[in-house]
Every structure is written in structure tokens, then in C-alpha cells.
């Protein structure tokens, strides 16, 4: 049997019973697998990762590392909600690095998108070794792979062409030698929040908006800089918070804020205040291939705008994309 193909029998996971049976399969298959050896993992904090960590955790506990690097990318609180739940809820092996100085420092001065995600994607298995090589006797390494992604593998192997290189940043050393631990491989997204629900990570976490590897790197457009990324990451924040309070975000795809290299002249307190604008995007869609925009009502814009041209340091205008994809893409970069 191919076991990297869904048996038509498997039935789809939508229910808490459904997913515990799930859960109660895939504990033991991983406890058989792995018997008492070690399993290294990159834990991001997305809905993949998290759940198969949580799901580990519970089949082996203290035998599965979880190595999750900050490379200062990250949205506001990410990291923090990742040491909370794992450390401090779950109790979990958990590494964390601070690499921020280390990416930045390396992505000064770029601003070609594809060098940029290629310098991101590149440092990040780097740090990720370095943690691998400080461990001892670890056999095998965990991913958060999921069905869609065996699918698209299987495209890209047929030739179709990539708009982007849109690697995520969880990627596989090839020179490790492990065996892989990918307990749902099989599953779909949809049947992953229900596991994850099921294994009592918090909604946010289950249900947090797809978030690209290279992170906030692919929002601040150009060569990114400090007070650029700290201004994109307080704006995106506040977005967040209002889409939150008005049930928007429970009802978009994805949104986001991306903050461009450009100044315009503002006026603050009575006198010229240079800044950046910053560029809402909110967007829907089935697959990604393509994404219609949602229409946020006039208020809801208006209270953003206030917010973040108030709140924010560096920013002076706020600007509503309009485009779908195509023209558009989802990212502007
Ligand atoms: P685009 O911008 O191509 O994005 O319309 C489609 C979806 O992919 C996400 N995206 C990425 N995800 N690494 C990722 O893991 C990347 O380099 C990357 N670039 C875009 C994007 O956020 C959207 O959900």
C-alpha cells in the first residue's frame, strides 16, 4: 500500500469522536514507530505543527523535542503564545530561539522577494541543524505534513510552474539523516483543526489564519528594517484586534497588513510628519489560486485607520487593497 496516498475508506474527520478514535490510531502507531527514542520537531505555531507536537506530547511526552525558532518574523504575541501553550500548559521539551538578530542582520539591504524568502528559508534550516547537532540520540524528526501538501508535491513533480517559491520554512535539512514521523500526512486542514480542538489547543491556535514561512519578511516590502518591521507588526496587531472584535475574523481567509518602502508627507500635531502608509489586505478564497476581497464596512475601516495612524510610530495614511488575484497576488510580494 502506497502510504502516502488516502485510502477511499478513510472516512473524513468532522466530528470530536471521530477525532479522538483519530488521536487513540495515531498515539499508538507513533509510540510503536519510535519506541523509546528521541523525535525532533520545528515547532512554528501554525495549526500543522502545533497539533502534531500536541499530538506527540500526548503519545510520548518528554521524548519529542520541540525546537521553535523565533526569527523575528513572527506576528506580535506568536512566539509567546507558542512558549505558553507548549511550556507552560502542555509542559512540553520545548527549545526556544531567539534568531531575530541573526535574520535581520542577514536580510539588511535585500529586497528582492525571492532572495529574501531564499535567505529566510536558508537560515532557518541552519539555526534548526545547530539546535539538532547540540541534541543527542535523536532518531527521528516529526513534520506537520499534510494531504494538500503530498498533493502539490505530486504537481510540482509533474512540472506546473510555481508563481512563487512559496517554500515554508519548516523544511527538511536533506543531509539529516532521521526517519520521518508524519502522523497527519493524511488528513486535510479542516480535519486537522478538528484533531487539534479535540487535543485541547486553544481556538486561536487551531484556527489561526494561513501565515506564510518568511512570516512578516514578505510584508515589509523591500529591504526590510527595524522601525519598518516593528511599525507593520503594532499595525498588523491592531487589525487583528478589530477584526476580532467586529467577527470579521472568524469570517475572512486571510488579512494583513503590509507596509511598503515608500514616505509620503503627513501632518501630525501641527507640523510635517513623514511615515509609511500602511496597506490592509483582506481577502477570500477556497485554494489560493485565486481571491476575491471582503468588503469591510466603512466603519470598521474608519476605526482601524484611526488606530493605527494614532498608535503606530512611522505610520501616516492607511490604504485599502482592492485587488483580487489575479492581478493580484495574495502577498504583495
Ligand atoms: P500568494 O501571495 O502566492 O499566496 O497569492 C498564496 C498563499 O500562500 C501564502 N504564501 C506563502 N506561504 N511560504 C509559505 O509558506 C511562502 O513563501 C509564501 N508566500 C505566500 C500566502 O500567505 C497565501 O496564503
Request: aromatic share 6%; glycine share 8%.
Amino acid at each position: 500500500m502506497d502510504q502516502n496516498k488516502r485510502p477511499e475508506s478513510m472516512e473524513r474527520i468532522t466530528t470530536p469522536e471521530l477525532a479522538e478514535a483519530f488521536i487513540s490510531e495515531q498515539v499508538k502507531a507513533v509510540q510503536e514507530q519510535v519506541g523509546n527514542k528521541k523525535v525532533l520537531l520545528a515547532l512554528s505555531g501554525g495549526v500543522d505543527s502545533s497539533v502534531v507536537a500536541a499530538l506527540l506530547i500526548k503519545a510520548i511526552g518528554k521524548q519529542i523535542v520541540c525546537v521553535h525558532v523565533n526569527h523575528g518574523l513572527m506576528r506580535k504575541g506568536e512566539s509567546e503564545t507558542v512558549i505558553e501553550v507548549f511550556q507552560n500548559q502542555l509542559d512540553a521539551n520545548l527549545i526556544y530561539v531567539d534568531a531575530t538578530d541573526r535574520f535581520l542582520d542577514l536580510l539588511a539591504g535585500v529586497s528582492d522577494p525571492e532572495s529574501k524568502r531564499k535567505i529566510i528559508g536558508a537560515e532557518f534550516i541552519k539555526v534548526f541543524d545547530e539546535e539538532a547537532a547540540k541534541l543527542d540520540g535523536i532518531s527521528f524528526l516529526a513534520q506537520g505534513t499534510i494531504y494538500p501538501d503530498i498533493l502539490e508535491s505530486i504537481k510540482q513533480a509533474e512540472g506546473k510552474k510555481a508563481v512563487k517559491s512559496h517554500h515554508n520554512v519548516g523544511g527538511l535539512p536533506e543531509e539529516m539523516e532521521m526517519q520521518l514521523v508524519e502522523p497527519i500526512k493524511l488528513l486535510f486542514k479542516d480535519e486537522v483543526r478538528v484533531v487539534g480542538e479535540a487535543l485541547g489547543l486553544p481556538h486561536a491556535m487551531v484556527y489561526r489564519q494561513p501565515f506564510p514561512g518568511p512570516g512578516l519578511g514578505v510584508r515589509c516590502l523591500g529591504a526590510i528594517t527595524r522601525d519598518r518591521l516593528h511599525a507593520l507588526r503594532e499595525a498588523d496587531a491592531i487589525l487583528r484586534e478589530e477584526f476580532d472584535n467586529c467577527g470579521l475574523a472568524e469570517k475572512v481567509w486571510q488579512y494583513f497588513i503590509a507596509v511598503p518602502d515608500i514616505k509620503s508627507v503627513g501632518v501630525k500635531d501641527e507640523s510635517r510628519y513623514e511615515g509609511w502608509p500602511a496597506i490592509i489586505r483582506a481577502v477570500n478564497t477556497k485554494d489560493a489560486m485565486t481571491a476575491t476581497i471582503e468588503e469591510i464596512p466603512y466603519a470598521v475601516l474608519h476605526k482601524i485607520t484611526d488606530r493605527i495612524t494614532s498608535e503606530v510610530e512611522g505610520i501616516n495614511r492607511v490604504l485599502f487593497d482592492l485587488t483580487p488575484k489575479p492581478t493580484g497576488t495574495i502577498e504583495w510580494e
